[in-house]
C-alpha cells in the first residue's frame, strides 16, 4: 500500500471515529447542548433548540458512512465544511473573549473552547478534505463499485440521509415530553451578560443564603461565586465539584452560590425560594446557596452561559471569568491564583 493510500485510510477511520465519538456522547442531552450553542451568541434562538436535538445524529451518521467508505468525496467535504463551521464559531467567542466550555465531547467535556481547540477542528477538517480529495480510499465501499455509479449516486443517497436525519429530530422533538422540550426551548435563550469584567473590581452585592447573609464588601477573603440555574443540568452536576472545594477551601475562601435564572427547577413554572431549596437539598448542596427574586447578581456577573464562576481576590479584583462548569482542579488553579494576591 502506497504512503498517501495509508494516509487517507488513517485519516478516514481518524476523523469518521471522532465524529461517531462526538456525536454518541451528546446524544440525550439536548438541554446541555442548546445552553452551551445558545452561549455562543451566533444562531437565532428558533434554530438552536433543533439543531442541538438533530446535531447528534448528524455527527454520528456522517461517520459511520466515512467508516465504510461510503460516497467519501461528498460525506469528506460535508464533514470538512462541519469542523470548518466548528472553528469560526470557537475562534469568534475568543476573539470576543467569552470563556465557554467546548462540550465537543458530550457535557463531561468542561474544556474551554480556546484556539487550541480552533487548531483541532481545521486539523480535522484538512484530513476531512485529504478523504475527499483521495476517494475513493483502499478498503471503502466506494472502492468496490463503479466511480461511475458512486459519483451518479452519491448526492442523491447523502442528500436522502440528511433529510432523514431531520425526519428523525422532527420526529423526537415531537415526542419529547412537554417539560423537557420547554427546558431544551429555554435553554436555547442565551442568558444576559453582566458588567464584570476581567481584572476589574467586583460589583458589590448582598443576598441572604441558606448560611446567611452574604455581602461581598464585608468579606475579607477570597470569594468564588457561582450564578446558577436550578434546570441546568451543568450546574446540578457542578454541585458534587463545588461541594468538593467547598470542603478543601471553605477556611480560606468564601463559597457562594446565587440563582440567575427566572425560571423553575421543572423547566416551566417561575424560580421561587422553593426551587433553591430543593435543588440544595436534592444535589446535597454543603455551600451558602442564595435566591435572588430581581436577578441583581446575576445582572452583575453572567457571562451568557451556567453557570458562571467568578473567582475574587482579597482586593476584591476579579482574577476569573468563566461561563461554564469547572473541574476542581481548575478551580483549584483560580483559586490559589486569588489566594497569591
Known amino acids: 500500500m ?7 485510510l488513517v485519516a ?11 456525536g454518541a456522547a451528546k446524544l440525550g442531552y439536548a438541554v446541555d447542548l442548546a445552553a452551551t450553542l445558545a452561549a455562543f451568541r451566533l444562531l437565532p434562538a428558533w434554530s438552536i433548540a433543533s439543531l442541538a436535538v438533530a446535531l447528534p445524529y448528524l455527527e454520528v451518521i456522517l461517520g459511520l458512512y466515512l467508516i465504510a467508505g461510503l460516497h467519501e468525496r461528498l460525506v469528506g467535504s460535508l464533514a470538512c465544511a462541519q469542523f470548518c463551521i466548528y472553528a469560526g464559531a470557537i475562534a469568534s467567542a475568543a476573539f470576543r473573549h467569552l470563556p465557554l466550555d467546548c462540550s465537543c465531547f458530550g457535557p463531561s467535556d468542561t ?25 475513493p480510499t483502499d478498503f471503502s465501499v466506494d472502492a468496490q463499485i463503479s466511480k461511475h455509479v458512486a459519483d451518479d449516486r452519491a448526492f442523491f443517497n447523502v442528500s436522502l440521509v440528511l433529510v432523514g436525519v431531520v425526519l428523525v429530530a422532527a420526529t423526537i422533538w ?8 420547554r427546558q431544551i426551548a429555554r435553554a436555547a435563550q442565551a442568558p444576559a451578560m453582566g458588567r464584570a469584567t476581567l481584572g476589574g473590581i467586583a460589583p458589590d452585592f448582598e443576598v441572604p443564603t441558606t448560611h446567611g447573609i452574604f455581602h461581598l464588601a464585608d468579606v475579607h477573603k477570597p470569594v468564588l461565586l457561582e450564578i446558577f440555574a436550578s434546570w441546568c443540568e451543568h450546574c446540578r452536576r457542578e454541585t458534587a465539584v463545588l461541594d468538593r472545594v467547598y470542603g478543601a477551601y471553605a477556611s ?7 440563582d440567575g435564572s427566572d425560571t423553575g427547577m421543572d423547566g416551566e413554572s417561575p424560580e421561587s425560594q422553593n426551587d433553591v431549596v430543593a435543588f ?12 435572588d427574586p430581581d436577578l441583581t447578581v446575576a445582572g452583575l456577573y453572567l457571562q451568557g452561559a451556567f453557570p458562571t464562576l467568578v473567582t475574587i481576590d482579597r482586593a476584591k479584583r476579579i482574577v476569573a471569568l468563566d461561563a461554564g462548569p469547572l473541574s476542581f482542579g481548575a478551580i ?6 486569588a489566594l497569591a494576591h
Open 280 to 291: 440544595a437539598a436534592r444535589f446535597n448542596v454543603r455551600y451558602p446557596v442564595a435566591y
Open 12 to 22: 478516514r477511520f481518524a476523523v469518521g471515529g471522532i465524529l461517531i465519538v462526538a
Open 332 to 337: 483549584e488553579v483560580r483559586l490559589n491564583r
Open 111 to 135: 474544556s474551554i473552547a480556546n484556539w487550541p481547540h480552533v487548531g483541532l477542528d481545521l486539523s480535522l477538517a484538512a484530513a476531512a478534505l485529504f478523504v475527499a480529495r483521495a476517494a
Open 174 to 181: 415531537t415526542r419529547v415530553p412537554t417539560a423537557q422540550a
Open 252 to 258: 480560606r475562601v468564601a463559597i457562594v452560590g446565587v
Open 2 to 8: 502506497k504512503r498517501s493510500h495509508l494516509a487517507a
